[in-house]
């Protein structure tokens, strides 16, 4: 069974970098006494996984678009002005400033040795917040029909949504 999602972020300076994902991003983590040098791995908490197509005409835009295979790491935030002003009292930099994506509004943090990595507020709806039993079985690991599926992940979503309308209101 299936038990998390494992990351790799590859670095000219893995130091640096994880240094950067301990002090600044306040990640807690576990080092792996078998590797020299120190070895940290990293709790990154909720995650959630999405399949993009690697081509298509471009949707509302209008403008088609081709990509190579690849895998992408995001991070996501709730209110990115705010992330970026805490990270940035942190030494954080960001290679540009807040840019409406469409999918929600976005900047791409420097990871020290590691290039950019994308900071967003999402607009669409998250799944890092479902519970387990939105997940493809039901009652007596019996398969969920398609009505079955839909109507528990609107109720997460509705689960979701109360709880953002509370968090705000607080």
């Not at 972020?9 to 130091?15: G, K, L, R, T, V």
């Not at 970098?17 to 940290?40: C, I, M, N, Q, Y």
């Not at 908490?45 to 403008?63: A, F, L, Y």
């Not at 387990?132 to 109720?155: E, I, K, N, Q, Y």
Request: with cysteine.
């Amino acid at each position: 069974m299936i038990t998390a999602v494992h990351n790799l972020i590859y670095s000219d300076d893995p130091e640096a970098t994880r240094a950067f994902l301990r002090d600044v991003l306040g990640w807690p983590f576990v080092e792996d006494p078998g590797s020299v040098p120190s070895w940290l791995i990293f709790r990154t908490g909720p995650s959630e996984t999405g399949v993009h197509p690697t081509s298509g005409d471009g949707g509302e835009s209008g403008e088609a678009y081709t990509m190579d295979k690849h895998h992408e790491v995001t991070l996501l935030c709730d209110d990115i002005e705010t992330t970026v002003a805490e990270l940035r009292t942190k030494g954080a930099e960001f290679s540009d400033t807040v840019t409406d994506m469409g999918f929600g509004l976005g900047i791409y943090l420097v990871l020290p040795g590691a290039g950019q990595i994308l900071l967003y507020e999402p607009r669409h709806p998250t799944a890092y917040g479902l519970s387990p039993a939105a997940t493809a079985t039901f009652d007596m690991g019996a398969p969920a029909s398609p009505v079955d599926h839909a109507l528990r992940f609107a109720a997460d979503l509705e689960d979701q949504g109360s709880i953002r309308k509370a968090a705000i209101s607080e």
